[in-house]
């Protein structure tokens, strides 16, 4: 069993950032991948991002290349997710999401096996 724990969500206008963080309570942190999916009002849960167990595999979606960046770190159990040049479009609940073995990353979200519950990120234009 894994819980995740988002936190950083918030109001912020466009062209701002946010960091968001999620703690894991994995014994075994280092051996999962980490990702994060978002879903707005009436959309489906879409990939954002993602990285595998050692950091060294990033995947990213192509609306946010160059604009988001995902980082872990082991000594805490937490992975980042630093969002740049916000846009409206961003807006949504982002969703934290563990997966083992997490030697590579995935962008299906039936790949990963505990999601957190979620936090609300709104960009204002």
């Known amino acids: 069993q894994v819980q995740l724990v988002e936190s950083g969500g918030g109001l912020v206008q466009a062209g701002g950032s946010l960091r968001l963080s999620c703690a894991a309570s994995a014994r075994a942190f280092s051996t999962y991948a980490l990702g994060w999916f978002r879903q707005a009002p009436g959309k489906e849960r879409e990939f954002v991002s993602a990285?595998?167990?050692?950091?060294?595999?990033?995947a990213y979606a192509d609306s946010v290349k160059g604009r988001f960046t995902i980082s872990r770190e082991t000594a805490k159990n937490t992975v980042y997710l630093q969002m740049n040049s916000l846009k409206p479009e961003d807006t949504a609940v982002y969703y934290c999401?563990?997966?083992?073995?997490?030697?590579?990353?995935?962008?299906?979200?039936?790949?990963?096996?505990?999601w957190g519950q979620g936090t609300q990120v709104t960009v204002s234009s």
């Open positions: 999401a563990s997966d083992w073995p997490g030697e590579v990353t995935s962008t299906r979200p039936e790949e990963y096996d505990y």
């Open positions: 990285i595998n167990w050692g950091g060294g595999s990033t």
